[in-house]
Antibody
């Protein structure tokens, strides 16, 4: 059974850096084709893909946020970490990590998400 | 970026009746190497993450009731719920995974009339 769980701060101040960790089980991020993505969803709005990391360490970023994002993986610890710099109140959202089992596939399993509020 | 446009924004349907949600992509989602369209449908209930219902435009995920179906024509995609049940009240999103960044439609809220 595949599970993912997000962890990190619930409140960050403007200009601070957000670090979120996705801890997963039930699959290996060293298996060919597998990827983990970070997706955020502001309250009442549609989800937005932020970043994706593949089993071979290939990475994809949202073009509009690329300068602020870094995604890394620790295969031995079954974790994927997302950092987002220079946080702003508009970044207030629920942040999810999600699994895809093959290259260029939908997000078949999602974590429960973690709500992050950006406020001074 | 590929823009996904959903309609309507909201939909009220009587129990047992049909609900139809539309989604249009700004570019083709066809991958010629396998003749598949890279379009997914998700269901999201309040306080929950999105749940994958349909992959490859028309393939139901395991465990998804067969009242949910997906179809496509060119760059137009449709999610149909043939007999709406109370538990189907949710927001539904289409999403393309043909190109990066993967993009979602703005969502369709389905309610009971």
């Amino acid at each position: 059974q595949i599970t993912l769980k997000e962890s990190g701060p619930t409140l960050v101040k403007p200009t601070q850096t957000l670090t979120l960790t996705c801890t997963f089980s039930g699959f290996s991020l060293s298996t060919s084709g597998v990827s983990v993505s970070w997706i955020r969803q502001p309250p009442g709005k549609a989800p937005e893909c932020l970043a994706l990391i593949y089993w071979d360490d290939d990475k994809r970023y949202s073009p509009s946020l690329k300068s602020r994002l870094t995604i890394t993986k620790d295969t031995s610890r079954n974790q994927v970490v997302l950092t987002m710099t220079n946080m702003d109140p508009v970044d207030t959202a629920t942040y999810y990590c999600a699994h895809s089992g093959t290259v260029r596939n939908a997000f078949d399993i999602w974590g429960q998400g973690t709500m992050v509020t950006v406020s001074s | 970026d590929i823009v996904m446009t959903q309609s309507p924004e909201s939909l009220a349907v009587s129990l047992g009746e049909r609900a139809t949600i539309n989604c249009k992509s700004s570019q083709s989602l066809l991958y010629r190497a396998n003749n598949k369209k890279y379009l997914a449908w998700y269901q999201q209930k309040p306080g929950q993450p999105p749940k994958l219902l349909i992959n490859w435009a028309s393939t139901r995920e395991s465990g998804v009731p067969d009242r949910f179906s997906g179809s496509e024509s060119g760059t137009d995609f449709t999610l149909t719920i043939t007999s709406l049940q109370a538990e189907d009240v949710a927001v539904y999103y289409c999403q393309q995974y043909h190109s990066s960044p993967r993009t979602f439609g703005q969502g369709t809220k389905v309610e009971i009339k």
